[in-house]
Nanobody, 125 residues
Framework: QVQLVESGGGLVQDGGSLRLSCAASGRTFSSYRMGWFRQAPGKEREFVAA?????????YYADSVKGRFTISKNNAKNTVYLEMNSLKPEDTAVYYCAAGVMGRRADSSSSYDYWGQGTQVTVSS
């Protein structure tokens, strides 16, 4: 039932910044853990970041993005964000927003039940 729509992807230069948004349908946004994953050509889908649903919820980051990316959310708007700074060419991928119940591993794609269509992020050197 939950539908997720990503936006904000695009082309950015090495070292630049980009902010992705994920809008969720419904009014139970705070009941879910929200995550971001990405998949580059020829690569497996990998975990990027996640945040638990309640206010002040725990956040989780892949080692590759720690210190550069920040996940945040606005429960009133049913929206989760991924702020990406100091982007590198290796960050180039399709980025997916996902939602799942809490109590599972945050960094596993199998923990998430709903997925957006993805948005392309390309970082040029």
């Amino acid at each position: 039932q939950v539908q997720l729509v990503e936006s904000g992807g695009g082309l950015v230069q090495d070292g630049g910044s980009l902010r992705l948004s994920c809008a969720a349908s419904g009014r139970t946004f705070s009941s879910y853990r929200m995550g971001w994953f990405r998949q580059a050509p020829g690569k497996e889908r990998e975990f990027v970041a996640a945040v638990n649903g309640w206010t002040g919820g725990s956040t989780y980051y892949a080692d590759s993005v720690k210190g550069r990316f920040t996940i945040s959310k606005n429960n009133a708007k049913n929206t989760v964000y991924l702020e990406m700074n100091s982007l590198k060419p290796e960050d180039t991928a399709v980025y997916y927003c996902a939602a799942g119940v809490m109590g599972r591993r945050a960094d596993s794609s199998s923990s998430y039940d709903y997925w957006g269509q993805g948005t392309q992020v390309t970082v040029s050197s």
